[in-house]
């Protein structure tokens, strides 16, 4: 009977005070990261105003010209931004497609090493690109890929494979390959962590049935491996997707130069030239939400799409 | 028991200093109290000058130009000295605030969006300085008032007929620096290879463009150097046409298309500049990979011995000059001639770009108090006079001996009693060669140059071209990928490609901005040529 009673104690309803004077200590530690992400996220957020002044820092809000629209009006009327638009989706959608299946690929082949030490240097190397910053990793792409003077063109005309250099920065379809490639190598490995993560909580069992069952190791993969990791690929996929309309400055400057313009102006490019380095804040302002707004849109999109074909989800 | 409240104390502690540590994060300075009303002293100059009741605090921009082994910026020799000998006489605070030298508006920005702007603002480019103006970052100036607390200064300015720089739409909002010799940018020098140039038969740095080709075309053919001439990206507005314009230019064109802020693409003079650079490409003399060569690189290529020429303001220590001689110690250099682009029908003869008749141009913060403007006037009256001017110029503080950006507040260089003293105060010390006496001479040639009036400056508005704000980095990138397109074109191609890349890049907002700089320059409201005066 006293174990009934302590059972129905258990799981009986609670109240916020009761809840807080069990676990305050709990409740304090949440708030260090809720003050953060209110005070660096959303105490921002009136500053989206901005968007409809002539904005000068020095005058603030209430010196500054109200502009209504006008500013919204500017960037879907100038050329520039559609140029930044579209190649950032096409950008984002390229490297996606390379870019997602390979830590998947990887942690698949990682996890079927059994080699212990083998497989943990092998991990180590393949995190590391992920620590470098893309100020050095263009800096590097460019001393080894130079048409001229880059080692890999001069290694390769050595062996008598080219005649001239291979313009692998310096001409738009090279560049796009070489740009896309060099950030799968910089993130892969990172990108491994958690599938392996997720293949670490497939149940052993499963394996030790489809072997008894004389499953190969291709099949183990495909009928247990894939499946159990599947519901963190479709978060991760959901993810990567309000990243479509994201754009990185640092990765687009270390990479540019005038031969592929065409190809390098994104929207971070965008907002530098036209907003910040221009100090019109506004502007910068305007494309910077246009981008977030359309992130969360595709999140919830994808979201709902995930949900309908049977998975989880994210929100 | 008592341990676990104990624990549970520190636990709340902690998470109330952090929270509190977050918040704090986001105040911003409190202004300091009003000021003190009637600004001038009975007596003027810094006899007329008492100590402040409450201390004050005088905010001094300092450019911080990422130079290693320095001591900090806002603490060192200069700043010391500045706070003993002048800051306590006067009850005031010192303070130096770093300036990035290659993001001078982004910094000043992002101070203003705080309110926290150093008590004056100061900097090179007049366009950047009427942008504060218009954007509310200073206040007006009464002159009449800095004439009283810094006559030395002011005077200085009348007798450099200055004062046409200080207004902006009929508002004084500017004081200016000296700039000595402005007109003949003797400061800076170009070193070539004179031992390549002996070594092909040649005795002489070449003066015509004739010479120089000849020149080039004889290292690369012994084999010296495979393309001597190098090349580094396009980072700058500036267009170095002076040397291809009409002489004398229209005042027209001047107004319109001379300018640091915005490239003067689809203009003739650039045009003949660019077809020139198309012209060495395509012999050869340029480097292929020069679009993707920045300028630390190509001074390593002159300092390996790869490249025929480089250039950079002097000072006693040139760090580039000190590694090429620890490179190639039997090497010798020469200063290059000013002559050396001279080509019939295309530069009849030198024209240089003379800098700006003055140094600094300095507004006071909107933000700042009657008594921090009259701190910051007294400190620009105090770093005026002789023997304070003198300490701080030669004082060796901390590895920022001769270091300008303390003392450009009030002159742009060290001044002598002749142009031989000052020189030689700015010759690169410690070298196998000794340059004073071909700096000298290279002096005279600018100064030849300036006395005949081929040494002008870019006009100064005095109202904000706004469509400058709006287009100039778009224009400035497309300036980028034009001008290499058009070097390295077939020469076939290059004035049909000119044109065509002319029509967009006056579609882009070129027009707009040339639009305005003309209505303004026919309004009144910028300088004139000296020959338009």
């Known amino acids: ?315 | 028991m008592k341990k676990r409240n104990l624990q549970r104390f520190g636990a709340t502690l902690l998470m109330g200093v952090m929270a509190l540590g977050t918040l704090t994060g986001c105040g911003s300075k409190d202004s300091d109290d009003a000021g003190s009303g009637n600004m001038k002293n009975e007596v003027a100059g810094m006899e007329g000058w008492s100590k402040f009741d409450e201390q004050v605090t005088l905010q001094i921009p300092v450019y911080n130009r990422g130079v290693a082994d320095l001591d900090s910026v806002s603490d060192n020799g200069y700043t010391k000295y500045v706070q003993e000998n002048f800051g306590n006489k006067y009850n005031i605070k010192m303070e130096f605030i770093p300036i990035t030298r290659s993001d001078v508006m982004t910094d000043y920005a992002l101070l203003a969006s705080t309110k926290n702007l150093p008590t004056f603002l100061m900097e090179y480019d007049y366009p950047k300085v009427t942008q504060w103006a218009a954007d509310g970052y200073l206040q007006t100036i009464d002159l009449d008032v800095f004439a009283n607390i810094a006559p030395t200064y002011y005077n200085r300015m009348v007798a450099q007929n200055q004062l046409a720089y200080t207004k902006i739409n009929y508002d004084t909002y500017f004081v200016l620096a000296e700039r000595p010799y402005y007109d003949t940018t003797y400061t800076y020098c170009t070193f070539v290879r004179m031992d390549w140039l002996e070594q092909v038969g040649i005795t002489e740095v070449p003066k015509s463009y004739a010479d120089y080709c000849t020149a080039m075309d004889k290292i690369i053919e012994a084999g010296i150097a495979e393309h001597p001439a190098g090349g580094t990206m396009v980072t700058a507005a500036y267009v170095a046409n002076f040397g291809f314009r009409n002489y004398p230019v229209s005042g027209e064109d001047w107004a319109m298309h001379s300018s640091l802020s915005t490239p003067s693409f689809s203009w003739e003079p650039t045009k003949k500049l660019i077809k020139r650079a198309n012209s060495e490409y395509n012999k050869g003399y340029t480097d292929p990979e020069y679009y993707i060569t920045d300028a630390e690189t190509a001074k390593a290529k002159f300092i390996n011995g790869e490249t025929y020429s480089y250039g950079g303001y002097m000072s006693a220590t040139v760090d580039w000059l000190d590694s090429f001689y620890a490179a190639n110690p039997d090497a010798k250099l020469a200063i290059a001639s000013n002559y050396g682009g001279v080509e019939a029908g295309v530069q009849e003869f030198p024209q240089i770009r003379a800098d700006n008749p003055y140094g600094m141009t300095i507004g006071f913060s909107s933000s700042a108090t009657d008594d921090e403007i009259k701190a910051a006037m007294m400190y620009m009256e105090w770093c005026t006079q002789p023997d304070v001017l003198y300490t701080l110029q030669h004082s060796d503080w901390n590895n920022y001996n001769n270091s300008k950006d303390f003392w450009c507040v009030t002159i742009e260089s060290v001044k002598a009693a002749t142009i031989e003293e000052a020189i030689k105060a700015i010759a690169p010390q410690g070298l196998p060669q000794d340059f004073a006496q071909q700096m000298i001479d290279n002096y005279y040639e600018l100064r030849k140059i300036a006395d005949a009036g081929h040494a002008y400056t870019d006009p100064a508005f005095a109202a904000v071209v706004n469509a400058e704000s709006e287009y100039n980095a778009t224009l400035m990138s497309k300036y980028v990928e034009y001008y290499d397109k058009l070097v390295m074109c077939d020469p076939a191609e290059f004035d049909k490609l000119y044109e065509q890349y002319s029509k967009e890049y006056l579609e882009a907002g070129y027009q707009a901005i040339i639009d305005e700089r003309l209505a303004l320059y026919k309004d009144g409201k910028s300088t004139k040529l000296p020959w338009d005066k």
Do not use: C
Request: a positive charge.
């Open chain 1, 1 to 315: 009977m006293a174990k009934k009673k302590k059972n129905i104690e258990l799981y009986a309803p609670t109240t916020w005070k009761k809840a807080f004077q069990r676990d305050w200590q709990l409740y304090l530690l949440i708030l260090i990261p809720l003050i953060l992400v209110i005070v660096f996220n959303y105490a921002a957020y009136p500053g989206m105003r901005m968007i409809f002044y002539d904005y000068k820092p020095a005058k603030g809000y209430d010196g500054s010209e109200f502009v209504g629209l006008e500013t919204i009006k500017k960037v879907f009327k100038d050329n520039d931004f559609f140029l930044a638009l579209k190649n950032s989706i096409k950008y984002n959608l390229l490297d996606l497609a390379l870019g997602f299946p390979m830590p998947i690929i990887l942690a698949l082949i990682l996890n079927e090493l059994r080699f212990p030490r083998f497989k943990k240097v092998t991990q180590t190397i393949l995190y590391l690109p992920h620590f470098l910053s893309w100020v050095i990793i263009g800096s590097l792409a460019y001393q080894l890929f130079r048409p001229s003077t880059g080692i890999v063109n001069i290694v390769l005309k050595n062996f008598g494979l080219i005649k001239d250099g291979i313009p692998f920065l310096t001409e738009p379809g090279h560049w796009m390959v070489t740009y896309l490639l060099i950030a799968v190598w910089q993130g892969m490995g990172w990108g491994t962590i958690i599938y392996l993560a997720a293949i670490t909580s497939i149940s052993g069992e499963l394996y030790e049935a489809a072997m008894i069952d004389g499953a190969n190791r291709w099949q183990r993969i495909w009928h247990i491996t894939l499946p159990g990791i599947k519901s963190t690929a479709v978060t991760m996929l959901i993810m990567n997707l309000g990243r479509i309309m994201g754009s990185n400055f640092e990765r687009l400057e270390s990479f540019g130069n005038s031969g592929v313009k065409s190809e390098q102006y994104q929207l971070a490019i965008y907002i530098y030239e036209k907003g910040l380095a221009g100090n019109n804040f506004s502007r910068a302002t305007m494309v910077g939400v246009f981008q977030s707004l359309v992130g969360l849109l595709l999140v919830i999109v994808a979201d709902k799409v995930a949900k309908k074909l049977g998975e989880d989800g994210l929100l």
